[in-house]
């Protein structure tokens, strides 16, 4: 939901103020009120703004550390779809990490990163 909102992806998130990733990003938002600086640009001028700022306090309860302090999807579907529902306060997400500090390796929004996986079959042979 995060990344629906942001029209970021957490995987490649590069932000030059700091070197969270895009859950990081979105909670330093969050904490200090500027959650909706993560508007993707299409929905800027929308009249959703209440709806987004929802989007991205039910998203980051959905990504709560310890399973206890996440909503069962019975309960998202409650918090998005009835505006009266009041949300519990979100702690920090569970996966909220730092990047190293220097810029290698660093990905800009536009760049694809790509891995090799080294697959072996292993077959079973009877006695």
Known sequence: MLEIVSGMKNRNFFQADHHYNLLGHVWLLWKEGRALELLY???EDSHLR???LRCTHVGLLCIQKFTEDKPIMSCVL???TNEEAILPQPKQ??????RSSGNEGALSRNEESSTENAVTITLPEAR
């Open 41 to 43: 640009t299409c929905m």
């Open 93 to 98: 997400p569970g996966y909220f990490k730092e």
């Open 50 to 52: 209440s709806q987004v």
């Open 78 to 80: 409650s918090m998005l």
